[in-house]
């Protein structure tokens, strides 16, 4: 998941990529960090927390220069990311470096056995930090050529923001599994962030998509960024982009969210119809597949549970524990709408399904004769390679339990799963998408290093 933006170009670099870390802090709330470079220094301030515990004004009067890149990190269940916030900032023979990764290198521990034979030192648990040190290691005189070395000896998704003193380079993986898009910013400033949202705050005009195995390269000789094809396309996106991680406003490789989730909930309607009284979603993420499957089944929608939102997601905390208490803490019903009706409930996707059974027991206790738990996306049966947070399949309810039984379970008095078939043609059945999670095809496309969608560091 994570975020990640970077600004080149522009006299309030620093600034900009804070807005754009806020305006994407749903990808990742474990700490937000920001560099910047002045031509003669990079400058760093990274901390645990959300975008505005870590950043003042103060801040920024040390975040100097006219390019910054920044990252939100989105933690990996169990883990104490304290000292694992990005960006990360080395110094090296050709100078210092900065660099904020969003993604998860599969060969990981290979490469970081190596390194370590070689007497490299690691601080952190992150992936990110082989990337570091294999540009180090490079005996390249320049640093492209340096990162063009790194990148042939790492395998997974990844999107790349790398910062020196006076460059800024982005690359995206060839299989594109997570998102990154290229803007201009205002003051003509370049601007490269995860998801499109950050460019509506910042008022920056959309260019285009980063290509899958593109590298941008933005220097102050240049009025546009060079552009490199570095690795031959494999274009498979994740869905889960679709389904839940991005906000619905952005525009992700030129799909609509808000449009696809809109589309998977008419065609969850289509497939797993139910008698009811009304429909509602789990708010947020479930919003627009709700009213795509109220539309559907010509029976009415309300938002019937409230969502406290200075309460964060429970799916990207740390420990169980957490996820429990903030179910509670974040969603409440409105009884006058629910009681002695049929409730059909939306959500965007059932993973270990411990929400699931509190949202029930919450509309039951709160006076629904019935609730039918329908789900906007398949069963999730398969652990993601690529940075999803089920690091195992014993987690994965679906992959031990039919819908039958965790209906049971969970306490609904029926469940339902759009299909494989309807996610793909809800999202277009054009393009190759990262389907692991559902299908178990860890070689889609032919190659094994092609992706899937478990664990690490993103």
Known sequence: MCAIVGIYGSENAAKNAYYALFSMQHRGQESSGISSADDTKIHLIKKRGLVTDVFDEEAFSTLKGTCAIG???????????????????????????????????????????ELIAKGAIFQTGMDTENIVHLIAKSQKDKLVDRIKDMLTRIEGAYCLVIQSRSKMFVIRDRFGIRPLSLGRLPDGGWVVASETCAFDLLGATFIRDVRPGEMLIFGKNNQEPISEQVFEPDFHPCAFEYIYFARPDSIIDGT??????????????????????????????GVAAARGFAEGLGVPFEMAIVRNHYVGRTFIEPTQEIRDLKVKLKLSPISSLIKGKKIAIIDDSLVRGTTSKQIVKMLKDAGASEVHMRIAAPEI??????GID??????????????????DQIGADSLGFLSLEGLVESLGSERKYSLVSFDGNYFAGGSAQSPGCNDLDL
């Not at 808000?258 to 008419?266: A, D, H, Q, V, W």
Request: glycine share 4%.
């Open 381 to 386: 049966k398969f652990p993601c390679r690529y």
């Open 390 to 407: 089920t690091p195992t399949q014993t987690e994965l309810i679906s992959a031990s339990y039919s819908p039958e039984e965790i209906a």
């Open 256 to 285: 609509n969210v808000y449009e696809s989730r809109l589309t998977m909930g008419k065609r969850l309607a289509y497939e797993q119809p139910a008698d009811v009284d009304l429909v509602i979603p789990v708010p947020d993420s």
């Open 71 to 113: 990252h939100n990190r989105y933690s990996t269940a169990g883990n104490d990311s304290i000292f694992d916030a990005q960006p990360v900032f080395a110094r090296y023979k050709l100078g210092e470096i900065s660099v904020a990764h969003n993604g998860n290198l599969v060969n990981k521990n290979e490469v970081r056995s």
